[in-house]
């Protein structure tokens, strides 16, 4: 096992973690799954790599969930593509989990890397 | 929940809508790609493909998509179950090889389990029967002898590890005053004995204590048999009187059908308190046992010590011959099944080994399957199964198939089930009721899965490794003759080899102990003997003289009968087993410590009896006139009692018998003649030390007429009757038959537990040569293209069969090897099934061997045919 990480490497999504980001990336407007997987790639700056063996799974949970919605458009090019979009009460989930995964992120931080 | 809701309607209606859609989306998501990949310059062709690698497997999102909105496990478990019955149903030979094998191993171990259940584990029909104890007396050297009613007493008083406890005993009365005679059987019992066994009635009572206090008017419990039988099943019996050896009992109940406690049929049930003799001492034994119902959380060793503690006590107040005498208890299941226990545990081993044996076939059998599956494995993961899928949906298919065989397995037990108790021997308790019921049925379906997962590993195992480059590559054919796989089969096939040398080995080890015990000399001539029981009743044959008289007359009366030859009588004929046992010393013999005084059966026969049974005389004489009553008192020992005292018989001769030992009262006899030693325990059982009494001198009113005869002796059955009936009609018959029949029935247990292990033997012998002809005609198979160039390039047709038996004979050298070490330990576990024989023998495991070896050959031996002959010129212009 090596132990140092390999930066050229794309980062894992957690358990849980692609739900969240997925919704993050419909705050603004909705969006296609190619347009989430680019979204979260550029945002991440490469950092996460997405799968679609993942994408679509918890694109169909969060449809079940009622969190997100679907509706086939036009795209800006002319291409028919699904688009996604946020439910209110999607939004409030997205609010609490980002929320939570802040606060992850900051006690993982002090724990990990401790102010000296 | 909402989840759940949505996926329900899904399910119904809408899951083609979606596919479609999901189908769309992803085809809109390429064109996406693959536009943005135009955008960057690349040709249309070239930008498609791009998007598609890009994408990544699109099977497998698709089927990830699909189980989130389905429920997984449940839609692709039906699948695998369509898909493992289309493939039983593709191969059907394979599948009916592997269904029968198994449904014959699940069939016989359910089959063995219910009666292993029944007999042994099935909790007893009682209240709180785990806590009954039975107990009893045990002296230095014999345990479990019968307990005085004094001790019993002071047990149920005194002692604190028992909430209740009752005494038990049986006895044989003669009941007049309703048509003839009839001998009726009876059980002697305290009034607690009911309710400790949950005995209640249907009509009228049962005893209560004031029944069962000396003095007490005399009462009777009928059964319910007894009651439809002998009494007309009359509902006014309550009030009614039976007359019991000339006694009058009223019969005050009728017990509900169903007690079954003692193991032979009762007609009904008295107090033992009134019964039994006034007993002043400790040591006046009868053949009373005691039942103690056990305190919730009291340790029979508590009750063990608490027990001897009284006995201790009693030996201080009350101090008697039997000071040294302690409790004994033990629980009543272990007390009940405690002699079959080991058969059926070496039974249920064996069917178990059975089992294993069918499952390495059944996984053998299997990994050839899958190995000739190899290339359909392989294109289903190239296309994108998952490993964890694939296992599953092979495991799923084994499992169906288990399912199946399992089913038949059921059919196969309840058939042999029904045979097994016709078969068994009576006197195996609770046999009869062994049925398939929950338990066993739980068993049979516990067995089946544990079955499919043990025979599905092996094939999942090596799936889950397929090398896809290889498997792709190779032909179907060649593509399971990987190292792997082939070390696999072979470890299987050596395994059951194994197993299946232990299961002949035990066969022909039993099979040769039935042999010796059947052959064994009984020490008498039982051929054309005739065993004429009768039991004088009480009440019409007051004494001694009355006795004599009878049995003087009907001896005679036989004697006139043509083809009568001879007439003895014996109280307890060889084969009946132990009759009466006690303690004894030899006077001119050094006098034995307290513990240390050494016991033997005794028995009762007059002076025509050796002479009738056709037994040696090895010193000394037979009875005859001079021994009457009032003359000197006089015995004949057996040879086993002699060798115990003296180098040779002819020394015993003179010197004297005391009967009860040096601490018991008892009559001192002087030996006159030493007889050889009949089988009395049984045709497989070692003789014990015996004594007989002369009839003249101590008459006995229950005997049994042995009647030698010059030709069948169940022809002169009717002529008995006519006799017997002829001199009183009051005199009942206990039983007429053969004294072949006496000695055969001793050996029920042993032919019933040879068939089986003869039975499982034969089975494992079949199912390992289909399994070693699986295994070798799969290795001619894959290697057909190798003989044939072998054979073109000039090896000679020996040549190959040498170089292709080598294997076969390895795993079965390998087999044997290991299944001798195996079948050396288990012997140990066989040891109280052998008789005349050594459980290591030798011989028995050559023979074994050679079974084993001939059965491995002969299944060899077609696959080796066709390696010899395969066609080389034919096979290379396929190639």
Known sequence: MSTVDDPRKALEFLQGTLEVLILRSLQTTPNHAYGISQFLEQQSEYEFLVDNGSLYPALQRLLQRRWITSQWKKTPNGRRAKYYRLTPFGRAQLVAAKSKWMRFVEAMARVLAPER | MREWWSKICRALHLQNGLENELSDEIEAHLDLLAADNMERGMPPEEARAAARRAFGNMTRTHENAREAWQFPRFETVLADIRYGLRGIRKSAGFSVVVILTLALGIGANTAIFSVVYAVLLRPLPYPNGERLVWLGESTSNEPGISVTWINFEHWRQESDSFLNMAAFATTDLTLTGRGDAVLTHAGLVTSSFFELTGAKPVLGRLFTEADDTLGAAPTAVVTADFWQRNLGGDANVVGQTLRLNGRSYEIIGMLRPGLRFFSRPLDFYLPIGPSRVTSLKRSDHGSMRALGLLKPGATLAQARTNLDAIMQRLALSDPGPEDDHRAYATYLTEETTGEIRPTLLVLMSAVGLVLLIACANVASLLLVRSTGRA?????????????????????????????????????????????????????????????????????????????????????????????????????????????????????????????????????????????????????????????????????????????????????????????????????????????????????????????????????????????????????????????????????????????????????????????????????????????????????????????????????????????????????????????????????????????????????????????????????????????????????????????????????????????????????????????????????????????????????????????????AALAASLPLWRAMHTDAVQNLHEA
Request: some cysteine.
């Open chain 2, 375 to 855: 290339r359909e494995i392989a294109v289903r993961v190239a296309i994108g199964a998952s490993r964890g899928r694939l296992a599953r949906q092979l495991l799923t298919e084994n499992l169906v198939i288990a399912a199946i065989g399992g089913a038949l397995g059921l059919l196969v037990a309840s058939w042999c089930l029904r045979t097994l108790v016709l078969l068994g021997p009576v006197d195996i308790p609770r046999l009869s009721e062994a049925t398939l019921d929950l338990p066993v049925l739980t068993f049979a379906v516990i067995t089946s899965i544990v079955v499919g997962l043990l025979a599905g590993l092996a094939p999942v195992f090596t799936a889950g490794k397929v090398d896809l480059t290889v498997a792709l590559k190779e032909g179907s054919a060649a593509s399971g003759t990987g190292r792997r796989g082939q070390a696999l089969r072979s470890t299987l096939v050596i395994t059951e080899t194994a197993l299946t040398f232990i299961l002949a080995f035990a066969s022909a080890l039993l099979v040769r102990s039935l042999i010796a015990a059947q052959t064994s000399n009984p020490g008498f001539e039982p051929q054309h003997l005739l065993a004429l029981e009768l039991q004088l009743p009480e009440s019409r044959y007051k004494s001694d003289e009355n006795i004599r008289q009878y049995y003087g007359q009907l001896s005679a009366s036989l004697r006139a009968e043509p083809g009568i030859e001879q007439v003895g009588l014996v109280m307890c004929p060889p084969g009946a087993g132990d009759c009466g046992d006690w303690w004894y010393s030899i006077l001119e013999r050094p006098t034995p410590a307290r513990s240390d005084v050494p016991m033997t059966l005794f028995n009762i026969v007059d002076g025509a009896y050796f002479g009738a049974a056709r037994m040696r005389v090895l010193a000394g004489r037979s009875f005859s006139d001079a021994d009457r009553v009032g003359g000197s008192p006089v015995t004949v020992i057996n040879e086993q009692l002699a060798r115990q005292s003296w180098p040779d018989p002819q020394l015993a001769l003179g010197q004297h018998l005391k009967v009860g030992g040096p601490y018991t009262e008892g009559p001192t006899l002087e030996i006159v003649g030493v007889v050889a030693n009949v089988s009395q325990m049984g045709l497989d059982a070692e003789p014990m030390p015996t004594f007989y009494y002369p009839f003249s001198q101590k008459p006995s009113s229950a005997m049994v007429v042995m009647i030698r005869t010059n030709g069948d002796p169940a022809q002169w059955t009717s002529a008995a009757r006519r006799h017997v009936s002829a001199i009183d009609r009051n005199v009942p018959i206990q039983s007429l038959r053969t004294s072949e029949d006496w000695l055969g029935a001793t050996l029920k247990r042993r032919r019933f537990a040879t068939l089986l292990l003869g039975l499982f033997g034969a089975l494992a012998l079949v199912l390992v040569s289909v399994g070693i002809y699986g295994v070798i005609n799969y290795w001619v198979s894959a290697r057909q293209r190798e003989i044939a160039i072998r054979l073109a390039l000039g090896a000679t047709r020996s040549t190959i069969l040498r170089w292709a038996a080598f294997d076969a004979t390895r795993l079965a050298a390998m087999g044997i090897v290991l299944g001798a070490i195996g079948a050396w330990g288990a012997s140990r576990w066989l040891k109280s099934l052998v008789f005349g024989v050594t459980e290591h023998s030798p011989l028995m495991l050559l023979i074994a061997a050679a079974t084993v070896l001939a059965v």
